[in-house]
């Protein structure tokens, strides 16, 4: 899979870190010098590219013709927008993935600009504040816009009963999905045999009728 990130700040680094450690493609398109020179020291330089992200010649360059998701999280709403849309309606990109800085211009995140997914902060942040409260273990990294699915980060519990267990013993429910397993430094794509440890954070694909059954099984109660 192709992805071309546009912004190289914190989080465009990070995003692009977690793809390439999982054998995605990835281009990270930024328009500040010094950014780009701090990306090529934590990324392949051939992966990272001076230029602004909304000039269509820089986004071709970067491959955005083939690509499969194009992220755009720069710190400008502006930005992301017009990114967004250039990307599906001048390149076709069938993904697109956009993050809202001010939460007052979340309306404007739309399919109509482009956006197929936007990613709110100050939304995530007040559901992990909220789901906090009930789902200690869990807490809710990205709404996907549809079937009513989220992508969940589940941290493992010491006296869970999954602790030392095969996934394909832990009766996941049939409607989600372990995503990945962050092990320390490493990063598991989980089987069936994979056995599950102690303080590992899971991410999970569950509805809102199966996030609280997941967590039970990662949890101590």
């Known amino acids: ?19 390439l450690n999982n054998d995605y493609s990835v281009k990270v398109i930024d328009n500040r010098e010094h950014i780009v020179d701090k990306l090529k020291e934590e990324l392949p330089s051939d992966a990272v590219i001076l230029g602004n992200g909304t000039d269509p010649n820089i986004l071709e360059a970067a491959g955005i013709s083939s690509a499969d998701v194009v992220v755009a999280v720069t710190g400008a ?39 197929d997914v936007a990613v709110n902060q100050a939304d995530l942040m007040a559901h992990i504040v909220i789901e906090e409260m009930d789902l200690k273990n869990m807490f809710t990294l990205m709404k996907l816009s549809l079937g009513g699915y989220s992508i969940v980060q589940i941290k493992v519990d010491e006296a869970s009963k999954a602790v030392q267990k095969e996934v394909k013993a832990l009766n996941i429910p049939s409607n989600s999905k372990l995503i990945t397993i962050y092990r320390g430094e490493e990063v598991i794509l989980p089987g069936g045999d994979t056995v599950i440890n ?22 101590s109660r």
Do not use: C
């Open 77 to 115: 709403d502006e930005v992301n927008l017009v990114a967004s849309t250039i990307a599906k309606f001048e390149f076709g990109v069938s993904r697109v993935v956009a993050r809202v800085n001010n939460p007052k211009n979340s309306w404007l995140y739309n399919i109509g600009m482009g956006v």
């Open 1 to 19: 899979m192709k992805v071309v990130i546009i912004g190289g700040g914190q989080v465009g680094e990070h995003i692009a870190s977690l793809l």
């Open 198 to 219: 102690a303080g590992d954070s899971i991410l999970a694909l569950a509805n809102s009728e199966t996030q609280v059954e997941v967590n039970k099984i990662f949890s």
